[in-house]
């Protein structure tokens, strides 16, 4: 959905009661009055994803992020009404250690930017660079869900994962046509009707 113009966005932005603005110190149990389960999604994009996630498992607490306050502000438009379980923050995922200590139990990657020149690949959501950053989230067993269209990027995820110690403990090149429960993304939808298949891993690492 296409923003009018700025002065649109920030309204939007500026009164939405689930984006956390202040994000220094954040006590998670507080915010949501709860002590759930945390799951983060990076590169939340339009929303579907997470905000869906949120109303499907009530007793999780879910956070998306994503760099790009355009983007939020479009999430925020197709989503206007607040659910207690949901909370979405406009940062670039370089930043998380600031606002997350050990807290996180799964993190979602869904159809990230492939970056497929070798010379960006430290880039990736799945490089070293950003794993090792992920280590600082994670709560007690590291928990990682990724989907992606692209192949490239797949391939290079396992690798990467693996070197790094996770373990699958699923992996599927068509989730489309596979047998599991499964929200969904804007993307997703588009690439399913185009009839290009989804490739879906679960990893972790104790």
């Known amino acids: 959905m296409r923003l009018r113009n700025t002065k649109d966005k920030e309204i939007l932005i500026n009164n939405c009661s689930y984006l956390l603005t202040n994000l220094e110190s954040i006590n998670w149990r507080k915010v949501f009055n ?10 939340m994009g339009k929303g ?17 992020i ?23 923050i406009n940062c670039d995922a370089k930043n998380l250690p600031q606002i ?30 950003f794993l090792s950053i992920y280590d600082n ?13 692209n192949l490239g990027l797949f391939a290079s995820s396992l690798i990467t994962l693996s070197n790094y110690g996770y373990k699958f403990v699923d992996v599927n090149l068509d989730l489309a ?18 009839g290009i298949k989804i490739n879906y891993l679960v990893a972790t690492k104790d």
């Not at 579907?48 to 998306?64: D, E, H, S, T």
């Not at 989230?137 to 269209?149: G, Q, R, S």
């Open 137 to 149: 989230l994670f709560k007690n067993t590291k928990k990682i869900i990724l989907k992606t269209d």
């Open 177 to 194: 046509n596979y047998p599991i429960p499964n929200v969904i993304t804007e993307y997703e939808a588009k690439f399913i009707n185009k």
């Open 48 to 64: 579907n994803f997470i905000y869906n996630m949120a109303l499907k498992y009530p007793q999780i607490n879910f956070i998306g």
């Open 100 to 129: 997350f200590n050990h807290e996180i139990d799964t993190i979602y990657l869904n159809f990230s930017d492939p970056w497929p020149k070798k010379r960006h690949a430290e880039r990736r959501l799945t490089s070293p660079t």
């Open 66 to 88: 994503e760099k790009y306050t355009g983007v939020i502000a479009k999430s925020i438009k197709k989503y206007p009404e607040p659910l207690p379980n949901l909370r979405i």
């Open 34 to 43: 709860n002590n759930n389960p945390l799951h983060l999604e990076i590169g």
